[in-house]
């Protein structure tokens, strides 16, 4: 428990805000790379966080191979599969706000249960794309930069839009 709070601290005052990865001298990506392996309970190998990324998560998991883009956000119970492309700007949800009563604000209804996001393996998610709760995105899918994914991705698919919808298969 000590050393995953240590390894936050240390993500969140340093190691995040350090050059990105592909900067000359890699001390960021090695630092980042560190505290990651500390504050989550799974992390492959050769794993790549890029700086700004918000880990609002003590429950993220990371295969092996995968990258985490710059200024992204990840909040909840997320799986991350190997070999996985994050674009920056990515936001993947577990939560979101109760909605279904109208007699009190909504901001004044709490959240809603927490629905886990599951990423298969060799998945490339564009920059911008946003992921919602319950999202199981199928392996070697493609999400197109901007896109909402509100439903499961089947494996292959290439999607799009608000909300996202199959464009075509990589097959």
Known sequence: MFKRKM???LYETIAKHLPKSSARIKLGKKLRGWCVKGMLPE???DVNVERMAD???NK????????IGVRAYLQ??????NY????????IFTTNHNTERTDIPMCQQGNAAEKPVVIGNDVWIGTRATIMGGVTVGDHSIIAA?????????EYAIVGGVPAKVIKYRQ
């Open 76 to 81: 909840g119970d997320i799986v991350i599969g």
């Open 84 to 91: 996985v492309m994050m674009a920056p700007d990515v936001s």
């Open 43 to 45: 992390v492959g190998e």
């Open 7 to 9: 390894s936050r601290l």
């Open 55 to 57: 880990i609002a998560s």
């Open 146 to 154: 901007g896109a909402v994914v509100t439903k499961n991705v089947p």
């Open 60 to 67: 993220l998991k990371i295969g092996n191979h995968s990258g």
